[in-house]
């Protein structure tokens, strides 16, 4: 199969460029359920062949399993790749199922340090505050991640769900290259204020599950049809009646995949890839994928246009979603603008 050549955007106004499509790999670890380490290398290997240059991991995922799964595929191809990972929930030892958020700079210190042995390189090309404590001034946090950079640990720096505000008063201590939330045909929030103070900025957007965690692609209908272990069996849009009006929205999605000869997630991640036009800001989606076929689906994506005429039909989805992006929306730019 053939590809072509993945154009590229640039990670803020410094920043690297990158495939205006990265990879996702914390479910090569992570969150949904089993997964064979033989196939994620080979998905990490053919994203990397297809123009993939971004991969996203975080210290969270698998408490530090996915860094370290990784480190083989970084160390074979450091100078071709953008490796971004995260700080900010962190594991008490005698609590180990549970995630505290911290932006402390004694931890901020902490987590680099674990992060950069863990991927086994000298420097970490983007670093993210992934989720934010609101008893710790941004300014302060920020201004930890700045001395960071100042000591060659780490290139540029992101910062996950954060509010337009939160984003002004980071940018403000040191220049962000990119701020990572959920968006997608189902999930647009982000769109009142966060992406307008990114667009005047210049800082990118770095989109997560823009697949709506799998939801998108109709690989599955309602959360009991998962792997036990799998999280999104615990997300509020996926359970009991929710699931049931969720799925019934993805009508006008068939129907513009159909007329592309498309698949539901090409059109899910041609809407998302579209957005960088709309807005007026670079957007590079991280759709996150254990097989290489995916890989080659998603990145396809890159290349659909959809018409005037077809945004019109998919624009009204969002907003007849039941059920929040999580149970508890106290800890994204949502729950805080």
């Not at 993805?250 to 991640?269: D, F, K, M, T, Y």
Request: glycine share 8%; proline share 7%; with cysteine.
């Amino acid at each position: 199969m053939t590809h072509a050549p993945l154009p590229t955007a640039r990670l803020g106004a410094h920043g690297p460029e990158v495939g205006v499509q990265g990879l996702g790999c914390m479910g090569m670890s992570f969150g949904y359920g089993p997964s064979d380490a033989r196939e994620s290398r080979a998905t990490l290997e053919r994203a990397l062949e297809l123009g993939v240059t971004l991969y996203d991991t975080a210290d969270a995922y698998g408490a530090g399993d996915n860094e370290r799964f990784l480190a083989p595929f970084l160390a074979a191809h450091r100078d071709e790749l953008v490796i971004a990972t995260k700080f900010a929930l962190s594991i008490p030892p005698d609590r180990p199922t549970e995630r505290v958020i911290r932006n402390d700079p004694p931890y901020i210190r902490q987590a680099v340090e674990a992060s950069l042995k863990r991927l086994e390189v000298d420097v970490i090309d983007l670093y993210y505050m992934h989720r934010r404590d609101v008893n710790v001034p941004i300014e302060e946090t920020v201004g930890v991640m700045a001395e960071l950079v100042r000591e060659g640990k780490v290139k540029h720096l992101g910062l996950s769900e954060v509010t337009a505000a939160e984003l002004r008063a980071a940018h403000a201590v040191h220049p962000i290259a990119a701020v990572q939330s959920e968006w997608s045909l189902f999930s647009r929030d982000i769109e009142a204020k966060v992406v307008p103070a990114a667009a005047e900025l210049g800082v990118a957007l770095v989109p997560y599950s823009p697949l709506g965690r799998g939801f998108l692609t109709g690989s599955f209908a309602r959360a009991e049809e998962l792997t036990e272990g799998d999280f999104r069996r615990q997300q509020p849009r996926f359970t009991g009646e929710n699931a049931a009006a969720n799925a019934a929205l993805l009508e006008p999605v068939r129907a513009v995949a159909a007329a592309h000869g498309a698949s539901l997630a090409q059109i899910a991640l041609a809407w998302v890839q579209q957005r960088a036009e709309a807005h007026g800001l670079p957007v590079i989606p991280i759709p996150g994928t254990r097989r290489p076929g995916r890989v080659e689906e998603n990145v396809t994506a890159a290349t659909i246009r959809l018409t005037e005429e077809e945004l019109g039909l998919l624009d009204p989805i969002a907003e007849q979603v039941a059920g929040g992006r999580y149970a508890d929306m106290a800890f994204t730019s949502a729950g805080r603008e």
